[in-house]
C-alpha cells in the first residue's frame, strides 16, 4: 500500500499528463480548456484515500443561438413548422467545433427550440431560399427537441423563476 508521500509524489508527476491532455483538447479540438484547481492531500494526512477532486478539466462547447423574426410559439404543441431550422450546410461545414446544442428562439424571446448537437444523424437536408438565393440547410424533426419558457428569465417582477431542466442528463 503507498503511503500518503507516495500518493503525493504521483499526483505531482500526474499535473504534465493532465497539461499535455488539456493541450490537446485546445490545439487539436479547438476547445476552450480550463484546467482544475487539484486539492492536494493535506500535510501529516494518513489516508490517501480521503483524497478525491472534482476532474482534472473543464471543456467548454459552443452553443449557437438563432433568433426567428417571423414567428413566436409557445412549445412544441405551437411550433409553427415539423422542422426546426439549424443552419446551413455550408456554414456547418466550415464550423471547427460544432456546437453541443442550437437553440432557436421565438420572435418574442420567450420560448425556444433547443436542438442537441449530436442528433445530427438525424437531421435532413433542405433546399432553403433566403434573400441570397437557395441553399442546402439542415433542420431538426421537431420531435428530437426539447422546448423550453425563457418568458421568466429577465423579468423583474419575478419572485422565484423554476430552475431550467438539465438538458445534458437526456
Known amino acids: ?11 505531482q ?13 485546445r490545439r487539436f479540438q479547438g476547445l476552450q480548456v480550463q ?16 483524497y478525491r477532486d472534482d476532474g482534472d478539466l473543464l471543456l467548454t462547447y459552443p452553443v449557437e443561438v438563432k433568433r426567428s423574426n417571423i414567428h413566436a410559439w409557445t412549445g412544441k404543441h405551437d411550433f409553427p413548422f415539423a422542422n426546426v431550422h439549424v443552419m446551413s450546410v455550408r456554414q456547418w461545414d466550415q464550423l471547427r467545433v460544432k456546437p453541443m446544442f442550437i437553440v ?15 442528433t445530427k ?3 435532413q437536408i433542405i433546399a432553403q431560399r433566403d434573400k441570397d438565393g437557395v441553399r442546402d440547410a439542415y433542420v ?31
Open 1 to 11: 500500500m503507498r503511503s500518503a508521500q507516495e500518493f503525493r509524489t504521483e499526483l
Open 13 to 25: 508527476r500526474s499535473y504534465f499528463s493532465v497539461a499535455k491532455v488539456a493541450e490537446y483538447f
Open 35 to 50: 484546467v482544475l484547481p487539484n486539492l492536494e492531500l493535506p500535510d501529516g494526512a494518513k489516508d490517501r484515500h480521503m
Open 104 to 118: 432557436f428562439v421565438d420572435k418574442n424571446n420567450s420560448s425556444a427550440a433547443v436542438i442537441k448537437g449530436g
Open 121 to 123: 444523424e438525424q437531421w
Open 140 to 170: 431538426c424533426p421537431k420531435y428530437l427537441c426539447d422546448f423550453i419558457s425563457l418568458s421568466e428569465i429577465f423579468k423583474e417582477d419575478c419572485k422565484e423563476a423554476q430552475p431550467p431542466r438539465n438538458l445534458t442528463n437526456n
